[in-house]
Nanobody, 122 residues
Framework: QVQLVESGGGLAQAGGSLRLSCAAS????????MGWYRQPPGKQRELVAT???????SYADSVKGRFTISADNAKNTVYLQMNSLKPEDTAVYYC????????????????WGQGTQVTVSS
């Protein structure tokens, strides 16, 4: 059983910073990618940032230059450092991971965390 648990959400003022963490636990053989998505109120879930192989990163245009995704491969943990926050960053933030659970012969499978609320006040 694989679980992704996010932490670090909360309330911040515009211009402030928050750091999200997402730890993957369970019988994990290898992780291909980890990423962050968000779902603003009344809108669809959207991609924020991804990290491939713990090194290669990509970002949504709306967060480039403000957010930084990083990973600690030894801890199976991904982080999202969010700086210069804006009210439009308010959303539930979800992490996901594409990983093999159990053994090398397993298929890569997508897992999601439960989400953490980020609220940015103006």
């Amino acid at each position: 059983q694989v679980q992704l648990v996010e932490s670090g959400g909360g309330l911040a003022q515009a211009g402030g910073s928050l750091r999200l963490s997402c730890a993957a636990s369970g019988s994990i053989f290898s992780i291909r990618t980890m990423g962050w998505y968000r779902q603003p109120p009344g809108k669809q879930r959207e991609l924020v940032a991804t990290i491939f192989g713990g090194i290669s990163t990509s970002y949504a245009d709306s967060v480039k230059g403000r957010f930084t995704i990083s990973a600690d491969n030894a801890k199976n943990t991904v982080y999202l450092q969010m700086n210069s926050l804006k009210p439009e960053d308010t959303a539930v933030y979800y992490c996901n991971a594409v990983l093999k659970a159990g053994s090398a012969t397993s298929s890569f499978t997508l897992y999601w965390g439960q989400g953490t609320q980020v609220t940015v006040s103006s």
